[in-house]
């Protein structure tokens, strides 16, 4: 059994940035797939980025006016932490932002691939 615990969210002005962790734990969480998640008020919740924890190899969010250019994820096995680092932050960046694993090998995207789940952290963006 894998857990995660996020953190780093808050209040932020558009234009700034956060950098959200996510520590797991538990049964041979280093060979899943990470990923983060976001869902505002009303939304589905979409799909952010993704992390290998094995390879190191990322996936971000193709959706060019969404993810790109603005935030990465990484790793530091050390920790046991996978971040998510979120720069030129904008108002409709606001959502619960969450961690997820999943087993390898599968759909990286979709919420399906993932067993386990974070308790979730608010992100905020003021204009």
């Known amino acids: 059994q894998v857990q995660l615990v996020e953190s780093g969210g808050g209040l932020v002005q558009a234009g700034g940035s956060l950098r959200l962790s996510c520590v797991a734990s538990?049964?041979?969480?280093?060979?899943?797939?990470m990923g983060w998640f976001r869902q505002a008020p009303g939304k589905e919740r979409e799909f952010v980025a993704a992390l290998g924890w094995i390879t190191g190899s990322t996936y971000l969010a193709q959706n060019a006016d969404f993810v790109k250019g603005r935030f990465t994820i990484s790793r530091d096995n050390a920790q046991n932490t996978v971040y998510l680092q979120m720069n030129s932050l904008k108002p409709e960046d606001t959502a619960v932002y969450y961690c997820?694993?999943?087993?390898?090998?599968?759909?990286?995207?979709?919420?399906?691939?993932?067993?386990?789940w974070g308790q979730g952290t608010q992100v905020t963006v003021s204009s």
């Open positions: 997820a694993a999943g087993r390898p090998g599968k759909l990286v995207t979709v919420t399906e691939t993932y067993d386990t």
């Open positions: 538990g049964r041979n969480f280093n060979t899943y797939t």
